[in-house]
């Protein structure tokens, strides 16, 4: 069976060196050394802002929102996963949706400022596929009208724009560690942040508002991460130049002989450093689509159909007609992707795509 990801494990002996500092320490939760080492080795990587992990990746996008929303009306793109719209309403916000740009998948920047009324308190964004937003024309939008922004950058670690890491954009940026990403903790996730007070308000709520033992800065929540996923987190680390490789190999592989006559893939932004997250192919239809889907399955290959539905049509939202989002949602399918896919399973999957859209 070929799925659409498979997660990446490293050695079990790996993993086990990291897990027996947190057996020495007899410290499994509570920021542990793990954490603190696997923050700071992030940090000094790809030279980010301060970041707290946390035990999954939909939690910081509830924090943030529960500091920035306000309550109010939060703009966002109807592509993205649940997440990214279920964290809105969770935190009692109303989500807006603006449609997306065609080509890069992310929301559309101009169509941003005419959806802005005086309920607006915020702008939650998601880079799509690891793709990444116009960021300085947010940037000047929520300027402007005085908005919080988030991003939801579940799909982006490792990802670079003009040559600085995607994390450093925004009030808050968030990442998901969910085992079937580049860069995995097993299940967590990470927020990000530039401003020193704001950050302040993420930590303490991360910790149950806590300031010291038996003080508390205000209203928390427990999204503290183990020391076991800390140390799975570390074990990942140390592989993720050849997790990287192996993945851009294979979509090369997809993007040299995949015939782009009845297909096409999202543009990645100018000025990008991509990470080689999703390979999204999208139909002309689709009917095609669920050809190509169907005699896929035949062969015990699995893609996603990533995302769908457009999030405004789901009963739940009820979110105004979304035209470009719910096309594409309706004719997009995520191809396997993931370290170890082996070229013959490669080929078979180029060959049913090829023959099938030609016919």
Known sequence: MINVTKTFLPSIESYQSYLKRAWEKVWLTNRGELTLELENKIKKKYSTSNLIITNNGTIPLQIAIKLLGNQGEVIT???SYIASTSAILWENCTPVFVDIHPEYLSIDETKIESAITPKTTAILATHVFG????VEAIENI???????IIYDAAHCFGVTYDGTSIFNFGDVSTCSFHATKIFHTGEGGA???NDENLFQKLFYSHNFGHNGPLEFHGLGINAKISELQ???GLAVFDELEFIFSERKKVVDFYLNNLVFTHISTMKIRENTQ???????VIFNSEEELLKVQNRLNESNIFPRR???PSLNSIDFVKGAAMPISESIASKIL??????GLEKQDLEKIITIINTTVAC
Not at 142 to 148: D, E, F, Q
């Open 230 to 232: 800390s140390a799975m």
């Open 77 to 79: 793109t109807p592509f």
């Open 306 to 308: 990533y995302f769908y």
């Open 334 to 339: 995520c191809l396997p992707l993931y370290v």
């Open 274 to 280: 991509w990470n080689f997250s999703y390979f999204p």
């Open 191 to 193: 927020m990000f942040c």
């Open 131 to 134: 793709n990444p937003c116009h």
């Open 142 to 148: 929520a300027n402007k009208h005085n908005l919080a």
